[in-house]
């Protein structure tokens, strides 16, 4: 089972100019085995929803609450939140030079299980997981993040997903920079992700792009801190076609 409810969520980022709220009230319930897209103009606040969820420091929730199956996930550290089974993919990956891939994957698998996997099976798995995502064996080696391309950024990503099994995904921007044959690589590992029955995927993006892969249950339009409509995936397809416009402008008014 795994439900992630966001209830009248308000997060405020301190900036030069001072403390600004961000997110004005955003509520949210990803179920069992529902795919849930966010889509919005730029800088509307989806990234911040992504960090918050995941306990990133600079945000600062003022208001509102963040379950998982009940438990108060606001209370818990960065690491409880892994532990407990939320997972975050990033828009901008950090660089961890001197850290190769294994490492740093097994590393991040022994913290959330609370114990080391087995030596062959782990091995094993790596590279069913590299092997599913097309990529070459080597890669295991490299230094997390360092000079790796958009699609070896995404690729790792999905083998991150794939090897730590969090109960809810989420994926910000998974699909930008990616070119068409990576878009599908990616697209194909969430899916695989997703059709285990007890999974949620929160999938935030700016381009209906991807959904033409990954259907969602849910597309939500996110306007200024908010949630300005949700629908189902042909809600993709008018934003398609009219864009944000009349939502911002919704907004403004
Ligand atoms: P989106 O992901 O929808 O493009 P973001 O969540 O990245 O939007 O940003 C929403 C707003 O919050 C923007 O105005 C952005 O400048 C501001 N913001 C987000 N994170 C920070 C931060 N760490 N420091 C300062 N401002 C931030
Ligand atoms: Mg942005
Ligand atoms: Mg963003």
Redesign the pocket.
């Given at each position: 089972m795994a439900t992630l409810d966001i209830k009248d969520l308000h997060v405020t980022?301190?900036?030069e100019d001072g403390t600004?709220e961000?997110l004005k009230g955003v509520d949210l319930t990803i179920k069992d085995g529902e795919t849930h897209a966010i889509m919005?103009?730029?800088?509307?606040?989806?990234?911040?929803?992504a960090?918050s969820i995941a306990g990133h420091p600079?945000?600062t929730v003022t208001g509102g609450s963040v379950t998982l199956d009940g438990a108060d996930v606001l209370e818990m550290s960065v690491d409880e939140r892994a532990r407990a089974g939320l997972f975050l993919a990033m828009?901008y990956p950090v660089e961890v030079p001197g850290v190769s891939v294994a490492n740093f994957l097994r590393t991040a698998k022994t913290a959330i299980d609370g114990e080391a996997p087995k030596l062959r099976t782990w091995v094993k798995d790596v590279n069913g997981a590299m092997e599913k995502l097309s990529m070459d064996p080597s890669f295991s080696q490299r230094s997390v993040n360092e000079g790796f391309s958009g699609g070896e950024k995404k690729r790792h990503e999905i083998m991150q997903l794939e090897l730590l099994d969090p109960k809810v995904a989420i994926l910000?921007e998974t699909d930008s920079g990616l070119d068409i044959d990576a878009l599908k690589i990616v697209s194909e590992g969430v899916n695989r992700f997703k059709q285990n029955s007890d999974k949620g995927v929160l999938l935030?993006t700016?381009y209906t792009r991807i959904l033409r892969y990954i259907t969602p249950d849910f597309v939500h339009v996110?306007v200024d801190g908010r949630m300005a409509e949700q629908g189902g995936p042909e809600l993709a397809e008018e934003l398609e076609s009219t864009g944000y416009d009349k939502y911002v402008s919704a907004a403004r008014a």
């Amino acid at each position: 089972m795994a439900t992630l409810d966001i209830k009248d969520l308000h997060v405020t980022v301190d900036t030069e100019d001072g403390t600004k709220e961000i997110l004005k009230g955003v509520d949210l319930t990803i179920k069992d085995g529902e795919t849930h897209a966010i889509m919005g103009p730029n800088g509307s606040g989806k990234s911040t929803l992504a960090y918050s969820i995941a306990g990133h420091p600079k945000y600062t929730v003022t208001g509102g609450s963040v379950t998982l199956d009940g438990a108060d996930v606001l209370e818990m550290s960065v690491d409880e939140r892994a532990r407990a089974g939320l997972f975050l993919a990033m828009q901008y990956p950090v660089e961890v030079p001197g850290v190769s891939v294994a490492n740093f994957l097994r590393t991040a698998k022994t913290a959330i299980d609370g114990e080391a996997p087995k030596l062959r099976t782990w091995v094993k798995d790596v590279n069913g997981a590299m092997e599913k995502l097309s990529m070459d064996p080597s890669f295991s080696q490299r230094s997390v993040n360092e000079g790796f391309s958009g699609g070896e950024k995404k690729r790792h990503e999905i083998m991150q997903l794939e090897l730590l099994d969090p109960k809810v995904a989420i994926l910000d921007e998974t699909d930008s920079g990616l070119d068409i044959d990576a878009l599908k690589i990616v697209s194909e590992g969430v899916n695989r992700f997703k059709q285990n029955s007890d999974k949620g995927v929160l999938l935030i993006t700016h381009y209906t792009r991807i959904l033409r892969y990954i259907t969602p249950d849910f597309v939500h339009v996110f306007v200024d801190g908010r949630m300005a409509e949700q629908g189902g995936p042909e809600l993709a397809e008018e934003l398609e076609s009219t864009g944000y416009d009349k939502y911002v402008s919704a907004a403004r008014a």
